[in-house]
Antibody
Framework: QVQLQESGPGLVKPSQTLSLTCIVSGGSVTSGGYHWTWIRQPAGKGLEWIGR???????TYNPSLRSRVTVSFDTSKNQFSLKVNSVTAADTAIYYCARLSRGATIVDNWGQGTLVTVSS | QSALAQPASVSGSPGQSITLSCTGT?????????VSWYQQHPGKAPKLIIY???NRPSGVSNRFSGSKSGNTASLIISGLQAEDEADYYCSSYTTSSTLVFGGGTKVTIL
């Protein structure tokens, strides 16, 4: 059973870069034909899909975030990462890493989520 | 891409059936059979309960069912139980190969 765990700073200053890592255990991020994704949820609000990366390394992003977001692999550590540039208070949210299956159409495995607050 | 539209709240008594709606456009729900539903209890990660409009993952109660007509998808919860009190999110794969979620519906058991 694949397990995912987010890690990274819980507090980021405005205009800086938010960086999170998702550690994957029980499976390889570069095999199995899965996509790996980031999703966020501001407090008391709905889910927002951020972007995904395929085992080949190809990426797809939410058009509204594309200019500020990068998702990448660290295959040596079996993990993938998220970077969000030029953050503002609107980027404050719980960030989930997750696995997509069935052709990237469903989220079938979630991390527990990590709260990131943007504040000076 | 715009979030799918869901009612903020729906309530029902134990044993009753309720229907949650999720409205999109021809670029997402209307153009895709990849509509999913997720259940989220407070402080927990969401859990997949319906995929591809009306399929249940193994282990999900058959009290949950889904349907779609045009640009609107629906989740039906029958025989409401206390444990069904949660937030529910719809999701659709889009014609641009992205994912979009709804704003969520809070289900309250009366």
């Amino acid at each position: 059973q694949v397990q995912l765990q987010e890690s990274g700073p819980g507090l980021v200053k405005p205009s800086q870069t938010l960086s999170l890592t998702c550690i994957v255990s029980g499976g390889s991020v570069t095999s199995g034909g899965y996509h790996w994704t980031w999703i966020r949820q501001p407090a008391g609000k709905g889910l927002e899909w951020i972007g995904r990366i395929y085992t080949s390394g190809s990426t797809t992003y939410n058009p509204s975030l594309r200019s500020r977001v990068t998702v990448s692999f660290d295959t040596s550590k079996n993990q993938f990462s998220l970077k969000v540039n030029s953050v503002t208070a609107a980027d404050t949210a719980i960030y989930y890493c997750a696995r997509l299956s069935r052709g990237a159409t469903i989220v079938d495995n979630w991390g527990q989520g990590t709260l990131v607050t943007v504040s000076s | 891409q715009s979030a799918l539209a869901q009612p903020a709240s729906v309530s029902g008594s134990p044993g009753q059936s309720i229907t949650l709606s999720c409205t999109g456009t021809s670029s997402d729900i209307g153009g895709s059979n990849y509509v999913s539903w997720y259940q989220q209890h407070p402080g927990k990660a969401p859990k997949l309960i319906i995929y591809e409009v009306n399929n249940r993952p193994s282990g999900v109660s058959n009290r949950f069912s889904g349907s779609k007509s045009g640009n609107t998808a629906s989740l039906i919860i029958s025989g409401l139980q206390a444990e069904d009190e949660a937030d529910y999110y719809c999701s659709s794969y889009t014609t641009s190969s992205t994912l979009v979620f709804g704003g969520g519906t809070k289900v309250t058991i009366l």
